[in-house]
């Protein structure tokens, strides 16, 4: 997670980088349905499922405000928390999904409850079931 964030510190949300930046950080479904969205967003001129930055869960989101990640008390969540200038700070739970060695986002959950899974109209998965095959 430090390094996504540490490589998306910048004015441009993360699913506009490249595919395979997307699939080195993300599960291959999840990475898929990211650039599908962002096709769809540049054919129609309009907003898809995505208006926001999937990292910040904010569409003008503060990019230099210090960050807190942490394990959760489950091996496969972690809690990442922004800590702006706003009265209450947003944190995020990423799902982690592991494939030959390396551990990618299988799912977003935010602090509203929703999933970028969701979101994106993907199946949602179970937490037992987030190292199964995409």
Known sequence: MKNLYAEHRNDEPVQKASVAILEKY?????????????QCAEASK??????FDVLYDSQDPDYKAPLSIRRTSSSRRVQMCLESTAPERRCISYLGYSSAGRVRVADI??????????????????????????
């Open 26 to 38: 993300f599960r291959p479904d999840l990475a898929r349905a990211l650039v599908r969205d962002r």
């Open 46 to 51: 309009e907003v898809c499922r995505i208006d």
């Open 109 to 134: 959950i935010y602090a509203s409850g929703s999933s970028l899974r969701a979101i994106l109209g993907l199946s949602p998965l179970e937490h037992a079931g987030a190292n199964t095959a995409p």
